[in-house]
C-alpha cells in the first residue's frame, strides 16, 4: 500500500468503539479539516466499522484479530508520510485546532494538548505526569497513592504541584492525545509492541523520548474533551489486572535500576493478595484466585530471573 502523502495525521485506535468513534471523527473533522484521521480497528465486534464506513474521507484499517494499542499505532503510522502524528484516543474529541501542537511539535519534537472532562474541568492527574519512579509505582500497586492521594510521591508523580493552564516542557503526558514528529518517531523506532495488549507503551515512548535529548512540550491552548477508560471497560476485570501488572513490571526492567526493579516486583507481589481479596468479595466468586496466582507467578519469576529475562519476554496472558 502506498502512504498517504500528508502533513498531519490522526493515529485513532478502536476496539468496539461504536459509541464514541462517530463524535471523534466529527470534532476532528470541524476543529482539524486539515488532518487526515487514521483509523486502525483492533477486530471488534460491534458496529465500530460501520460508523467509521460512513466518513468517506477517512483512512480505515481493519485488523482481523487484535494487535494491542503499541501495534496498531505502528501499522496506522506505517500507512501514511505524515510529517506530524497525533495520536488521538477514539473517546477524545477536539475542542479546538491543533495548529499550536504542530509549532510546538516542529519545534521541539513532541507536544501534548489538555485533556478536559465533558463539564470543562482539566483532567488532573491524567493529562500530564512525571516519569514514573519505582516508588511512584509501588505506592501505586500498594494503593497507597489512592488511599493518600496528596501524598508526596503522587504530588510529583501526577503534577499535582502543576498550574495545568501553564504550558512548557512536560516528562510523560497522556498518549490519548500527543503528537510526535515523524523522524523522532522513527528515530525512537515507534511503540514497543511488547507492551501488550496496552499500558506502559506511551510511557516507555516518552521515556525514550527524553533520553534522546527531545523535549515534550505541553500546550494547554490545545484542547480535547476526554471520556476516559473507554478501551480499558472492553477488556474483563480479570485481564486488565493481569495485563497491568505485566506491562508495568517490563517498564521497569527496561528502565529501573536492578534494586528499583526488584522492588517493584516485590511490590506486585505483596499487593497481590488484598487485590484479590478485594476483588472476591466485589465479584463474588474465586475466580479472582486463579487470575492473582499467575501474576504472583510471573512478578515471583521477574523477582528472581537473572537478566530480568521474564519480564522481556513474550506475551503473558
Excluded at 106 to 125: E, I, N, P, T
Excluded at 239 to 268: D, E
Amino acid at each position: 500500500m502506498e502512504g498517504l502523502l500528508l502533513a498531519v495525521a490522526a493515529i485513532i485506535v478502536t476496539f468496539n468503539s461504536e459509541a464514541v468513534i462517530g463524535a471523534c471523527l466529527d470534532a476532528l473533522t470541524k476543529m482539524a479539516p486539515n488532518v487526515k484521521p487514521i483509523v486502525v480497528d483492533n477486530a471488534s465486534s460491534d458496529q465500530t466499522l460501520q460508523h467509521v464506513r460512513k466518513q468517506a474521507h477517512v483512512h480505515l484499517i481493519a485488523n482481523r484479530e487484535n494487535r494491542g494499542f503499541a501495534a496498531a499505532v505502528n501499522q496506522g503510522i506505517g500507512a501514511c508520510d505524515a510529517d506530524f502524528l497525533l495520536l488521538l484516543n477514539p473517546d477524545a474529541n477536539l475542542l479546538t485546532a491543533v495548529d499550536a501542537l504542530v509549532d510546538a511539535s516542529r519545534q521541539y519534537g513532541l507536544a501534548a494538548g489538555k485533556l478536559v472532562d465533558l463539564d470543562g474541568g482539566a483532567q488532573s492527574g491524567f493529562t500530564i505526569r512525571r516519569l514514573p519512579t519505582p516508588a511512584a509505582l509501588i505506592l501505586e500497586l500498594l494503593g497507597i497513592n489512592r488511599l493518600w492521594p496528596s501524598n508526596p510521591v503522587n504530588r510529583w508523580y501526577r503534577y499535582l504541584d502543576r498550574d495545568l493552564d501553564q504550558s512548557g516542557p512536560v516528562e510523560q503526558p497522556a498518549g490519548a492525545f500527543l503528537m510526535t514528529r515523524r523522524d523522532v518517531w522513527e528515530h525512537l523506532h515507534g511503540f514497543d509492541e511488547s507492551f501488550h495488549p496496552v499500558w506502559f507503551e506511551d510511557v516507555d515512548y516518552c521515556k525514550r523520548a527524553w533520553d534522546s535529548k527531545y523535549r515534550i512540550e505541553y500546550v494547554p491552548s490545545v484542547q480535547a474533551a476526554h471520556l476516559g477508560g473507554h478501551s480499558f471497560k472492553e477488556i474483563s476485570p480479570a485481564s486488565r489486572a493481569i495485563h497491568w501488572c505485566v506491562s508495568l513490571t517490563r517498564y521497569a526492567s527496561k528502565h529501573f535500576h536492578s534494586a528499583g526493579y526488584r522492588a517493584v516486583c516485590l511490590a506486585v507481589v505483596l499487593s497481590s493478595l488484598p487485590r484479590m481479596v478485594a476483588r472476591m468479595i466485589q465479584d463474588r466468586s474465586l475466580q479472582s484466585v486463579a487470575i492473582y496466582r499467575k501474576i504472583v507467578m510471573f512478578a515471583g519469576l521477574c523477582l528472581v530471573s537473572p537478566g530480568r529475562s521474564a519480564a522481556r519476554g513474550g506475551r503473558y496472558s
